[in-house]
């Protein structure tokens, strides 16, 4: 019995090695994907800037209202999926118009205006940095055939660059536009943005003007 079972764990083994070399996910050569859709996605934009490093990050974050602005009109001209997730700050017990109030007291009118969840908008909770850990993202996308996601929002150096690589271990492909993505230190934020490229086969765009949602 014992022999037999040692014969199976290695057959099993066996396996996996052809597998990986005729190329599985984390073979560049093969394709990833869970579904032709495409969403966009906003990350932590709903955020009063009152902890350390808000400053910096106010700033950067001021500097890409525009291009998510442009996005949101972008793929609501093109029917695809605007999603917002964001952390609760701690506040369990909050909703939309908890999150839009916090969010006001961070930044000018002018500017929240920009980032607010539509009505009839998804607006997801999340319970740490990742938009999958704790919420019920995977579900949403599995369920609408959406396999491409486009991330924007905030921090590019943490929540963006831990979600892109928790959509990559699921087989989910990752767009980033570079203007669309705020920081809190640069030289963190392009080293997080060359490892989800190199080592999460992320697609990053230089502008948001230069992705077509349509396609």
Not at 153 to 180: M, N, W
Not at 202 to 211: F, M, N
Request: glycine fraction near 6%; charged fraction near 25%; charge should be negative.
């Amino acid at each position: 019995m014992l022999l037999e079972r040692i014969s199976l764990l290695r057959s099993v083994g066996s396996g996996h090695a052809r597998d990986m070399e005729e190329g599985l996910p984390d073979d560049p050569r093969t394709e990833l994907g869970r579904g032709d859709g495409i969403a966009l996605v906003i990350i932590d934009m709903l955020n009063d800037y009152d902890h350390p490093d808000g400053d910096a990050l106010r700033e950067s974050a001021r500097s890409v209202l525009r291009p998510i602005a442009q996005l949101v009109d972008a793929a609501a001209d093109a029917d695809v999926p605007i999603i917002h997730i964001n952390d609760t700050h701690g506040r369990w017990d909050a909703g939309r118009e908890e999150l839009t109030a916090l969010a006001e007291q961070g930044l000018p009118d002018e500017d929240v205006a920009a980032i607010v969840p539509a009505t009839g908008a998804p607006l997801l909770l999340k319970a740490r940095h990742s938009v999958f850990y704790g919420s019920p993202l995977e579900y949403l996308l599995q369920n609408n055939g959406i396999g491409r996601l486009v991330f924007t929002g905030q921090v590019t150096e943490q929540c963006v660059l831990y979600s892109a690589l928790d959509a990559y271990i699921r087989h989910f492909k990752v767009i980033v536009p570079r203007d669309a993505v705020a920081h809190i230190d640069k030289d963190l934020a392009d080293a997080a943005l060359r490892m989800m490229e190199q080592n999460m086969r992320a697609h990053l765009i230089a502008t948001s003007d230069d992705l077509d949602l349509s396609s």
